[in-house]
Each structure stands twice: as structure tokens, then as C-alpha cells.
């Protein structure tokens, strides 16, 4: 029975780790072998707990910062900035502990060129970028979206200020990125509210869990954000945009690459998502 539980236990965490990081499976089957050696020469339960979780973390981060990227290469993917480069930079850094800041080359450098014309256009203006793909094997899901599986696909947040200073906003309304909607007005169309209505919960789920107790630090700013799909859209390269039909009408944006995702995924009016043709 204990054998059991402990393969159980280990499928378990194998799985889990795989779902959120996709190498953090192999990264802790290969870590198993220092687990026992750490048994053998340590006492104390405490004592081991702490030595086995700074042993995974350590091989864990040589993985994510060395060995990752390098392999990556050989599936066509290379990884977004860690830290700010081209006016383009992560909005947490658990996009890239995790590895879901990899897409194709032409996506990175369409990414750096789109930052460094919205900073010329808007001096102090940086992109935040949210989820894109996992670094090997096309087809492989980055949970919970739908199609973040070829490298091909971006997530980014919008153009926001401090409601307090009124200045450019560096930072998320949220600890993901996510989940902090720009709502639809009264005399808007309410995609979200149809959405509800015809029972896609998933629609609004990230909008019900996300803390909200941010939102009042910053505010959506339209010109910026505007200017940001338009630069993106005028890509050849880029195949289409999704945001909210709200938002489209409200920033008057008219690109023909700007699509409604439908109800089967959730709302997109808490950040912009690109991708290659």
C-alpha cells in the first residue's frame, strides 16, 4: 500500500508540475535520485524538506535559464525577454519561471518593433506581455487556453496609467495580468453578458476569481492602446486580434484582423491577444 501511495504520489506531482511549466515533470523525476540521497544523509524531516525543495528549485532554474532556451531553438521557439528589452518586458515573472514566454522568432521581433514604435509615439510607453506559448512540441496546451500551442500566439496587457499620479502605469491591474476587465458601457454591445446568458461560464470566470481590489490603481488608457493593435495589425505577418467587440467599437478600431473569439473562450477585454498567420 505505501508503494502505492507513493507512485501515486509522484504521477500526481508529475503531472501537475507538466500541466503549469511543462518541464517541471521531468525536472522533478530527475530530481528523485537526490531526494533519496538527501534521506540517507540527513536527519530530521524538516531538515530534508528544506534541502529537497532548494535541490529542485536549483536544478529547476538551470532548466528554465539555461537548458530550456537552448533546446527550445530546435523546435522553432525562442523565449521573450526576461527583463525589459525594446520597451517590451514580462508583467510577472512567473510567465517565465513557468516557460510560457516562447514564440517563433518573427513573433519576438514583430513584438520588439511594435514596442519601440509605441514608445516613440508616446515617450515613456513599455509593453507588457502576458502568456504565449511553452517552448517544445506543437500542440502541447498551455492551460487554460485554448490555442497557445504553436509559438504562434501572444497575450499582452493594456495601456494603463496610475489613476493616482496620472502618469504611464508600468504594472497589471492583477497578480496574472488577467482577470481586470475594461466593461462594457450601457450603449455598448455586452459580448460578456451574452456569453453568461447562453451558459459559456468559462466566459467570465477569470473576471469572478481575479481579486478586483486593484482595479481603482489604474486606468485604461485608449489612445495608447489603440495605437498598440493598430501597430500590431499592420503587420503582414500577423494573422489576426482578438479583443472585446466593445472595446474594438469604443477605440475605433477597423483593421479586418481584429476577430471575436467566441463564447467557447473567455472574454477579452482584460488584455489584447496576437497571432501569426
Not at 513599455?126 to 506559448?133: G, I, P, Q, S
Not at 466593461?183 to 468559462?202: I, S, V
Request: a positive charge.
Amino acid at each position: 500500500m505505501k508503494l502505492l501511495i507513493n507512485v501515486f504520489l509522484i504521477l500526481l506531482i508529475f503531472g501537475v508540475l507538466t500541466v503549469v511549466s511543462q518541464i517541471g515533470g521531468l525536472v522533478f523525476l530527475l530530481a528523485i535520485p537526490i531526494y533519496r540521497l538527501i534521506d540517507r544523509k540527513t536527519n530530521g524531516m524538516w531538515r530534508r524538506a528544506v534541502f529537497k525543495f532548494f535541490s529542485f528549485a536549483m536544478l529547476y532554474l538551470m532548466f528554465v535559464f539555461i537548458v530550456v532556451p537552448l533546446v527550445a531553438r530546435q523546435f522553432g521557439r525562442v523565449p521573450l525577454p526576461i527583463l525589459e528589452t525594446n520597451y517590451l518586458k514580462p508583467a510577472t515573472i512567473w510567465t517565465v519561471l513557468l516557460n510560457r514566454n516562447y514564440v517563433k522568432p518573427q513573433l519576438k521581433e514583430i513584438a520588439y518593433k511594435v514596442s519601440i514604435k509605441l514608445n516613440a509615439t508616446y515617450p515613456g510607453a513599455k509593453v507588457n506581455y502576458l502568456e504565449a506559448n511553452f517552448p517544445f512540441v506543437d500542440g502541447f496546451p498551455l492551460l487554460p487556453h485554448l490555442s497557445h500551442n504553436d509559438g504562434k500566439k501572444l497575450d499582452l496587457s493594456f495601456q494603463y496609467n496610475s489613476s493616482i499620479t496620472n502618469k504611464i502605469s508600468y504594472g497589471v491591474p492583477s497578480f496574472t495580468g488577467y482577470g481586470v476587465c475594461e466593461e462594457p458601457l450601457a450603449n455598448e454591445q455586452d459580448m460578456p453578458g451574452y456569453c453568461r446568458e447562453k451558459g459559456f461560464w468559462q466566459y467570465n470566470a477569470l473576471r469572478v476569481l481575479i481579486p478586483q481590489d486593484n482595479k481603482a490603481k489604474f486606468t485604461f488608457d485608449k489612445g495608447r492602446t489603440r495605437t498598440l493593435v493598430d501597430l500590431f495589425a499592420e503587420h503582414e505577418s500577423i494573422g489576426k486580434i482578438f479583443i472585446e467587440p466593445h472595446l474594438q467599437h469604443r477605440l475605433g478600431l477597423t483593421s479586418s484582423k481584429i476577430r471575436f473569439h467566441g463564447c467557447h473562450a473567455v472574454r477579452h477585454d482584460d488584455h489584447l491577444h496576437v497571432q501569426l498567420k
